[in-house]
C-alpha cells in the first residue's frame, strides 16, 4: 500500500459527460501529479500541484482540468468525454517538488466511455 | 520521437542477475533517469534514480553511461516477485515545469 488513495476505482460514463476523479496523497505529501495510461499512448504525465498551486503542465488536454485543495487532496476533472478517454487515470505524490523525487502511486481509476 | 527507448520484454531465471537497458540519447545536464516498475492491475511503483552517478538501494541497482545517453536497472537476483512491466522515465525541465517522460516499458518474465 503507497499511502496514496484514488476513488472511484471504477467509473462508467458515456460520451459528452463530465466525471470527476479524486486524489487523497500520503499524509505530509505536498506535490500530486497526475498520469494517464492508455493502451495506445502509454503512461502519460498530465499535470502536476504543489502546496495548492500548479507547477506544471504535460499533455493535459483542454478539456481536463485539475486543482489542489487546502488539506493538499485533489481532483481531476475530465468533460465533454470522449471514447479515447478511456483509460486508467493514476494519481502519485511525493512530499516536495523537483526531478531527483521519488513519487508514490496510488491504485488508479479505470475510466471507460461509451 | 520518445525520450526514452527499451526492448519491449526480456527473460530472467530466477535468483540470476537481470540487466534492464534504456536508452535515452537526447539527455541534457539536468535531467533526472529514473525506473518505476508495475506489477498487472497496480500503480507504478518506485524502483530507483539518478543523476550522473551510478546509484544502488535496496531494490536495485542503477549504472548511467558516462555520456549518460544510455544506463542499466540491475536487479541483483531476480524473483517471481520482481516478475512486472519496467519502464525508464526521463524527468527533464520545461518552460510548463518538470516533465516525466515514460519509455514504452520492459516486461520482465522470471523463469523459476
Known amino acids: 500500500d503507497s499511502g496514496v488513495t484514488q476513488t472511484p476505482k471504477h467509473l462508467i460514463t458515456a460520451t459528452g459527460q463530465r466525471v470527476t476523479l479524486r486524489c487523497s496523497p500520503r499524509s505530509g505529501d505536498l506535490s500530486v501529479y497526475w498520469y494517464q495510461q492508455s493502451l495506445d499512448q502509454g503512461l502519460q504525465f498530465l499535470i502536476q500541484?504543489?502546496?495548492?498551486?500548479?507547477?506544471a503542465k504535460g499533455n493535459i488536454l483542454e478539456r481536463f482540468s485539475a486543482q489542489q485543495f487546502p488539506d493538499l487532496h485533489s481532483e481531476l476533472n475530465l468533460s465533454s468525454l470522449e471514447l479515447g478517454d478511456s483509460a486508467l487515470y493514476f494519481c502519485?505524490?511525493?512530499?516536495?517538488?523537483?526531478?531527483?523525487?521519488?513519487?508514490?502511486f496510488g491504485q488508479g481509476t479505470r475510466l471507460t466511455v461509451v | 520521437d520518445a525520450k526514452t527507448t527499451q526492448p519491449n520484454s526480456m527473460e530472467s531465471n530466477e535468483e540470476e542477475p537481470v540487466h534492464l537497458p534504456c536508452n535515452h540519447s537526447t539527455i541534457s545536464g539536468t535531467d533526472y533517469i529514473h525506473w518505476y516498475r508495475q506489477l498487472p492491475s497496480q500503480g507504478p511503483e518506485y524502483v530507483i534514480h539518478?543523476?550522473?552517478s551510478n546509484v544502488n538501494n535496496r531494490m536495485a541497482s542503477l549504472a548511467i553511461a558516462e555520456d549518460r545517453k544510455s544506463s542499466t536497472l540491475i536487479l541483483h537476483r531476480a524473483t517471481l516477485r520482481d516478475a512486472a512491466v519496467y519502464y525508464c522515465i526521463l524527468g527533464e525541465w520545461a518552460n510548463t515545469g518538470n516533465q516525466f517522460y515514460f519509455g514504452t516499458g520492459t516486461s520482465l518474465t522470471v523463469i523459476p
Open positions: 502519485a505524490s511525493s512530499p516536495k517538488t523537483g526531478l531527483g523525487t521519488e513519487a508514490f
Open positions: 500541484y504543489y502546496n495548492g498551486e500548479e507547477r
Open positions: 539518478g543523476l550522473t
